[in-house]
């Protein structure tokens, strides 16, 4: 069993959730809950994870508070 850290997100404009995880590309979603959100990103991860083990791109380090006058 594999982790992955996804990024997410609430659209304004539709309401929907949308995540992806970062270095991963193809590796993004959307659904109406958090709960769909999940199970519609484990769907993308496992297709991904068909071909073999997806090259992260990158490696997610975390969030920054940037102060701005």
Do not use: W
């Amino acid at each position: 069993m594999r982790t992955y850290t996804a990024i997410i997100e609430k659209c304004r404009e539709t309401g929907l959730y949308v995540g992806f995880v970062p270095g991963l590309s193809g590796a993004h979603s959307q659904g109406e809950t958090l709960d769909e959100l999940n199970k519609n990103m484990q769907e993308v991860l496992e297709m991904l994870l068909e071909d073999g083990e997806p090259q992260i791109n990158s490696e997610f380090i975390g969030t920054q508070n940037v102060m701005v006058a």
